[in-house]
């Protein structure tokens, strides 16, 4: 069956320090994968999807970048975090770009 | 630009009294429908996928309905475990792979 593992689970950062969330998904392969952003009581915003390694698009300006190093890897970092990037991050994969998400636990960030 | 407007933002029932959460969406053409359930502090959870106006989809106590500008999720004789929050999600045929997602439904169910 299919994983997905999304660390760390909590995190407090310094604004202006760097940042760097992971994403492996295991049991199948080349899935679409996607980093969100939720802000408490929102709904979740798409920041980053990839259909496949090196493959990136970027849905909102900001100061955080995806990359997609390996096949079943997804990784969200930033050079100098903000305040207004505090929130809850999910990665999510899935089959094909039109078949329903599942999600990671979800990395709640804090900038301090 | 794709919207998806869910009511109401919080509902409590007590245990057996069932109800509906609504999801409201303006989309160019719309490719799919997803539910989501949400627990505090968690990833969502897939629930359902709904295609095209008129299909339904069950499992347990939810059963989702879809029409062209709106989908229900009926709960029927809800538990307390049923208590999340519940995220309605669509992608147009113009957006591949972007959902938009609403700002979901909070359901407490009371014993």
């Known amino acids: 069956s299919q994983t997905i593992h999304q660390w760390p689970a909590t995190l407090v950062q310094p604004v202006g320090s760097p940042l760097s969330l992971e994403c492996t998904v295991e049991g199948t392969s080349n899935p679409n994968l996607y980093w969100y952003r939720q802000a408490a009581g929102r709904g979740l915003q798409l920041l980053f999807y990839?259909?496949?390694?090196?493959?990136i698009s970027s849905e909102v300006p900001q100061n955080l970048s995806a990359s997609r190093p390996q096949d079943r890897q997804f990784i969200l970092s930033s050079k100098k975090l903000l305040l207004s990037d505090s929130g809850f991050y999910l990665c999510?994969?899935?089959?094909?770009?039109?078949?329903?998400?599942?999600f990671g636990q979800g990395t709640r960030l804090t900038v301090v | 630009e794709d919207q998806v407007t869910q009511s109401p933002e919080a509902l409590r029932l007590q245990e057996g009294e069932s109800s509906s959460l609504n999801c409201s969406y303006t989309v160019s053409g719309l490719r799919g429908l997803f539910w989501y359930r949400q627990d505090p502090g968690k990833g969502p959870e897939f629930l359902f996928t709904?295609?095209?106006a008129g299909e339904e989809k069950e499992k347990e106590r939810l059963k989702a309905t879809l029409t062209k500008k709106e989908s229900f999720l009926h709960i029927t004789a809800p538990k307390p475990e049923d208590s999340a929050t519940y995220l309605c999600?669509?992608?147009?045929?113009?957006?591949?792979?972007?959902?938009?997602f609403g700002d979901g439904t909070t359901l407490t169910v009371k014993p």
């Open positions: 709904l295609y095209s």
């Open positions: 990839s259909v496949g390694i090196g493959q």
């Open positions: 999510a994969w899935s089959v094909t770009e039109n078949t329903e998400a599942f």
């Open positions: 999600a669509v992608q147009a045929n113009t957006n591949a792979g972007k959902s938009t």
